[in-house]
């Protein structure tokens, strides 16, 4: 089992840039079918964001932050990164990332809250 650490949120103002990074360790990201980020805000339910396939690199993103939102990785560091640019105030949210080997999302790291302000 792997453990995920993510960090990277904060506050910023709409328009503004964030990185995300969740960071591995028991377990390396390549044996691992893919990594995801999703979100939560207060009173809604979690939902997917971004995910990276590990064997093809391939992405794929939620409608609500195409082209805004670029899930990356680095294998050195074991680290999966999301950079978030063009912040809105509805992308406020706790983000996850995940750990899927391939039936599902098994592994969670702690969160990280996101806040953006209008």
């Known amino acids: 089992q792997v453990q995920l650490v993510d960090a990277g949120g904060g506050l910023v103002q709409a328009g503004g840039s964030l990185r995300l990074s969740c960071a591995a360790s028991g377990r390396t990201f390549s044996t691992y079918a893919s990594m995801a980020w999703f979100r939560q805000a207060p009173g809604k339910e979690r939902e997917f964001v971004a995910r990276i396939r590990w064997s093809t690199s391939n992405t794929y993103y939620a409608d609500s932050v195409k082209g805004r939102f670029t899930i990356s990785r680095d294998n050195a560091k074991n680290t999966v990164y999301l950079q978030m640019n063009s912040l809105k105030p509805e992308d406020t949210a706790v983000y996850y990332c995940?750990?899927?080997?391939?039936?599902?999302?098994?592994?969670w790291g702690q969160g990280t809250q996101v806040t953006v302000s209008s």
């Open positions: 995940a750990a899927d080997p391939g039936t599902g999302y098994l592994s």
